[in-house]
């Protein structure tokens, strides 16, 4: 199993993820971070449940992306008149 360690650094509002044990949950360098879809969904889903992150940011981008698509699907039936 997969043993993750968060820590928070909060004078700068930042979050330390480190893989302690286990097989590769996500691979980074400098430039990059790798990772599935499902493992992206578990740490979302641990830091809201852990109170590293607000349940609003979620809200928030739920919010941006109904708008975007109702926005999308106005623009789509405009052009279809």
């Known amino acids: ?24 949950f996500f691979v980074s360098t400098h430039n990059n971070i790798v990772i599935s879809v499902a493992n992206l ?10 109170n590293f992150m607000s349940h609003k940011v979620l809200e928030g981008i ?8 109702e926005e999308l699907s106005n623009d789509y039936s405009s052009s279809e008149r």
């Open 62 to 69: 739920l919010e941006e992306y109904n708008s975007l698509q």
């Open 1 to 24: 199993m997969t043993k993750l360690t968060v820590r928070r650094i909060p004078k700068v509002n930042t979050l330390v993820i480190n893989q302690t044990e286990g097989q590769e």
């Open 41 to 50: 969904a578990v740490i979302i889903s641990f830091l809201v449940k852990n």
